[in-house]
């Protein structure tokens, strides 16, 4: 995953949070003392060394300098005092945690392996380095890095890219490093697992020798022909090739050394040989692919296993899962359920027969169970399979499969068996992870559902919830006893949704508790627990930081947090670097919040902040680009009468519309497609009455409509081998700004669209209840048309599914369920502003989206002298001085 979710699960037991480094990790190279008026700064991951005469250029060719645990120590000293004595900035990863995340399985593939960056002056003391330390370091142990030229065969690697910190958008309309092409342009620093070179540089003489070296090691020499990747890590890829001596399909699966490190610290290499000799050792076993050969190519092992013909179990769902469909029949259901039972049969018998041979294998999960075209099943990737008799525990494993620390040797396989017969029929265990007694609910659901004996779901309970502990979650994200490794809410009824009065008062009364409860006001990092986009410049805007999380609290009627925020006015004054500028990423979202609550002054220095960044170079998206910026500038524009603001707004605007459209955009959706132009046009429209802006925003309708694919489960964006239908990246999100459009306009394409996206907004399962990717996000639309309509109710109650218990309420599990999540895009406030939007007696839901008027359902209502007291905003605002 782009973001490294599972580094973001390493240091707190219930939220995603910042990978932990700490001085108690620093190398100890780092405490040396420095010559006078050398600068040494640290920072998250990296430590920074300034000689007083910098030279340093904003972009050139870097060196890089590898390293692994056994080697680090002689690769710092030997690199200190060669840079220190000749004034040459450097910097090194602050410690061997660091150095061990960066080189875990799943880190980044092209900035893996990198111990210390060294920064030349020019290309001659570029040419010297390489010369002078390439021999100190020549025979030390480190990976290869992906992204990088080799010098020789030691650690030395270099890389033409950005020296100092700059950035620019992409195509894509993300925020990325950058540096300066040919013509004094900033474009993006791509880096990737390949050596590039920009078309705009040469490369250096020194250099040729090496780039020559890099290309003379080639597949082709080999008896196998690579037809295609079919996954990477970075630990190594796996590849389908054929065997030309006898034109039989096999799989060659790629390790780097030193690269891909897992919980024992073996690297990939080591895991890829015992790989080998399991497969040698369950030799003939029906389901396990026979192992076909092994040979290593210039430092890089290769395992050949036969090629098994059929699809990951995972891929199945989709087409499969009954709860899919708006309307499943009998007959569907009764038939996914056999064919879900044949598999998990299947299953049983292979891994019952490796227990049988000694063999435990440690790592089931529904992409390494592969589906044959008959049905008949069987297991790959055996790289942590392990001999039965160790004893030992997981080193890898997927965590909808983790077993708990208690479970070693076979009864780890009889975990992830146990967890494999919930997840055929409610593909949600990753939610046994924050608490395991969520197994029974899960349970019940099947049993209402699918045409299951009884006691093949209460064996399954049995076995994943027992041992489980009991504490309690706290209310607080500190280390504590409760929220150590293995704790766990205790056994409790299961939460309910209930869609009526008496239960939007409970369900708004436990989300906000549970969001409260979360809230981190000494940290200057974030407020509120997330996403980790929180911590890629997000902690502030309404997507994944405190502004929308105050946003949904307020619009639900929970009144108003002084001390929250004056902590987002405080910090969006003075925003760290890297934050987000847009609507939904960063600044501007923040100021349209605290100008809501009153907090004008802060509103418009927050936007005077953002006005002086390079903002006319952002998107066309409104989740981060201009159409958010046009958008808030206006908002804030009517609140002081300011032209200056009004001026840049329609700047934006014109900006937006002069630029080409792609159609369909990469990523049609409200938040980062066209539709977010198109509802940007439809509100400049309502205040100018110009008929263009909305042949514009009809314009980029069709552009993300162009995106979407329409069969029996209704219109969804068209995403690789999936459908979407969600708000952020889906039809959901389209049909947002269709609705806008329609209420000025009629258009018979877009009311066709309009059916067909409120039949994908239907469906009984979500693999996430969050609001931008998942069910909260089908409230929040369905309620918008009609707030009776049974689907309403029905998602609503089915938002239990996910509700796990939290300082004394329920929160619901972020992007992936790793982790609880408090934000308004991933988590509880998202869900908290979606069910309101059905039960809360004001109207509620996101900024710049009309509600249209829709009736109340029976008895939701809320007495006015229900709501918890507010602070309205003042009526009239001060000048700006």
């Known amino acids: 995953m782009r973001k490294q979710y599972e580094l973001y699960c390493l240091t707190d037991r219930y939220f995603y949070d910042a990978p932990p480094v700490t001085r108690d990790t620093d190398y100890g190279i780092s405490h040396r003392p420095l010559p006078e008026g050398w600068e040494l700064a640290p920072g998250d991951e990296w430590t920074v060394y300034v000689p007083p005469a910098d030279r340093t250029p904003p972009q050139g060719w870097k060196v890089h300098v590898t390293g692994c645990a056994e080697s680090a120590d002689e690769v710092l000293r030997h690199t200190w005092e060669y840079c220190v004595p000749r004034g040459i900035q450097f910097k090194h990863l602050r410690g061997p945690g660091t150095l061990r995340m960066r080189n875990a399985k799943y880190a980044p593939r092209g900035s893996s392996g990198k111990l210390v960056t060294i920064y030349p002056a020019d290309e001659d003391q570029l040419e010297r380095i390489l010369a002078d330390l390439g021999p100190l370091l020549s025979g030390l142990p480190g990976p290869y890095i992906l992204s990088d030229l080799r010098i020789g065969d030691g650690p030395l690697h270099v890389r033409y890219g950005g020296f100092a910190e700059r950035r620019c958008l992409d195509e894509r309309g993300e925020l ?7 013509d004094g342009e900033l474009v993006p620093d791509r880096r990737g697992p390949v050596f590039t070179v920009p078309d705009w540089v040469s490369v250096p003489d020194c250099l040729e020798p090496h780039v020559a070296a890099r290309t003379a090691t080639t597949t082709h020499d080999l008896p196998y022909r690579i037809e295609k990747a079919l996954h990477f890590s970075n630990g190594g890829g796996v590849y389908e090739a054929v065997d030309t001596r006898t034109g039989a399909k096999v799989v060659l699966k790629e390790a780097r050394p030193y690269a891909g490190l897992a919980a024992d610290d073996a690297d990939a290499v080591t895991r890829l040989r015992r790989e080998r000799d399991v497969l040698a050792k369950l030799a003939g076993v029906e389901g396990v692919p026979a192992l076909r050969g092994y040979f290593t190519l210039g430092e890089h092992h290769f395992l050949v296993q036969e090629f098994i013909e059929g699809r990951a179990l995972n891929t199945f769902f989709a087409e499969r899962h009954p709860l899919l469909e708006p309307d499943p029949s009998h007959d569907d259901i009764v038939e996914y359920t056999e064919w879900a039972l044949k598999v998990h049969a299947g299953v049983e018998r292979v891994v019952g027969e490796m227990h049988r041979r000694d063999v435990v294998f440690n790592d089931l999960h529904m992409f390494n169970v592969m589906v044959r075209p008959d049905d008949s099943v069987a297991l790959i990737d055996f790289e942590t399979a392990a001999p039965a008799g160790e004893n030992g525990r997981q080193t890898l494993a997927s965590p909808a499969f983790l077993a708990p620390p208690d479970r070693r040797g076979t009864q780890v396989d009889v975990y992830s068996m146990a967890c494999l017969r919930l ?17 029974r609910q899960l349970a019940e659901v099947i049993k209402e559902w699918f045409p299951v004996a009884p006691a093949f779901l209460d064996e399954a309970v049995e076995e994943i919830t027992r041992g489980a502990r009991t504490a309690t979650a706290t209310s607080t994200t500190t280390a504590s006893p409760a929220r150590g490794p293995g704790s766990e809410p205790p056994a409790q009824a299961a939460p309910e949704f209930s869609p009526d009065r008496p239960g939007w008062i409970r369900i708004r009364g436990e989300l906000s508790r549970a969001v409260l409860a979360a809230a ?9 627990p997330g996403d980790v986009e929180q911590f890629f410049g997000s902690t502030l805007g309404l997507a994944h930081g405190a502004a929308g999380v105050l946003y949904a609290l307020d619009a639900a009627g929970l009144g108003r947090w002084p001390e929250y925020e004056n902590w987002l006015a405080r910090h969006a004054c003075d925003p760290p670097r890297g934050t987000g500028l847009g609507l939904y990423d960063g600044l501007q979202g923040a100021a349209y919040v605290l100008a809501g609550f009153g907090h004008v002054r802060s509103a ?40 200056e603001l009004r001026a840049a707004a329609w700047k934006a605007a014109e900006i937006v519309a002069d630029r080409p459209g792609q159609s369909p955009p990469p990523r049609p959706g409200l938040l980062h497609g066209a539709s977010g132009a198109a509802l940007m046009f439809v509100r400049l429209y309502e205040r100018t009455g110009e008929p263009s802006l909305l042949d514009r925003a009809a314009e980029a309708l069709r552009r993300d409509l162009a995106g979407c694919v329409e069969d029996a489960d209704g219109l969804q964006v068209k995403d690789g081998h999936r459908v979407l239908p969600y708000i952020d990246h889906g039809s959901v999100g389209i049909g947002l700004a269709v609705d806008e459009y329609l209420a000025h306009r009629p ?20 693999a996430q209840a969050g609001l931008f990717a998942g069910r909260a996000g089908m409230i929040l639309y369905l309620a918008r048309h009609d707030r009776a309509e049974p689907w309403v109710a029905r998602h609503i109650s089915d938002l239990a599914w996910h509700a796990l218990p939290y300082g004394g309420g329920l929160a619901t599990p972020g992007d992936h369920l790793y982790r609880l999540s408090m934000d308004l895009g991933t988590g509880t406030a998202g869900v908290l502003l979606a069910v309101g939007s059905a039960l809360h007696d004001r109207p509620v839901g996101l900024p710049f989206l009309h509600r249209p008027a829709s009736p109340r359902p029976t008895g939701a209502a809320m007495e006015p002298s229900a709501a918890p007291s507010a602070v309205a905003p003042p009526t009239t605002l001060p000048e700006r001085r």
């Open 176 to 182: 990325v490093a950058a540096m300066e092409n040919g």
């Open 423 to 439: 997840a055929l029929f409610l593909p949600m265990t990753t939610l046994f992870v924050l608490h395991r007694g969520k197994a």
């Open 520 to 528: 981190t006001p000494e940290r200057d990092d974030r407020l509120f």
């Open 604 to 643: 418009l220095d927050v936007a005077e902040i953002c006005l002086g960044e390079s903002w006319e170079k952002l998107g066309n998206d409104l989740y981060g680009g201009l159409p958010g910026y046009a958008l808030v500038l206006h908002h804030l524009a009517d609140f002081t009468g300011e032209n």
């Open 747 to 766: 258009d018979e394409e877009f009311a066709a669209a309009r059916d067909g996206i409120r039949l994908a907004a239907m469906s009984h399962y979500y």
